[in-house]
């Protein structure tokens, strides 16, 4: 799962989805947004969990502050996430203003080196801004 997220995939549903679900999430990622089955979005989340709990020096980020740093790293302005993912600029501001407390960071550039260091990102999607 892992190597399919960093290979850029925006989206992952199991053989035996709904043809709603299907067309739904056919929609979503031509919108620019991530579809992810409810079995994928765990299998990501618990990759994710193994990494902080591997990783003495990783704060206890929540999963939607860990995606909200792979895309603010990866060069994406507040205004094009918010809209991607459905929520306000505020709420953007508000997860990023709480990332970079936890992790003691101070710039979407510090963000961008710390998220390519933890291999959040690659070199490529760091490069975008």
């Known amino acids: 799962m892992k190597g399919m997220i960093a290979a850029g995939a925006s989206g992952y549903l199991f053989k035996m989805c709904s043809e709603n679900e299907l067309v739904k999430a056919i929609h979503d990622v031509l919108a620019g947004k991530t579809c992810f089955s409810e079995g994928a979005s765990q299998a990501i989340s618990k990759d994710y969990m193994s990494i902080l709990r591997n990783d003495g020096d990783t704060p206890n980020l929540t999963v939607r502050e860990f995606e909200m740093l792979r895309l603010l790293a990866s ?4 205004k094009s ?6 929520i306000s600029r505020k709420t953007v501001d508000a997860h990023k203003r709480n990332i970079m407390e936890k992790l003691n ?16 990102i690659s070199d490529d999607e760091g490069l975008n801004q």
């Open 105 to 120: 960071i101070w710039s979407i550039a510090e963000l961008t080196q710390y998220a390519m260091r933890k291999g959040i």
């Open 81 to 86: 996430i918010a809209m991607n993912l459905n």
């Open 75 to 78: 060069g994406q302005p507040s």
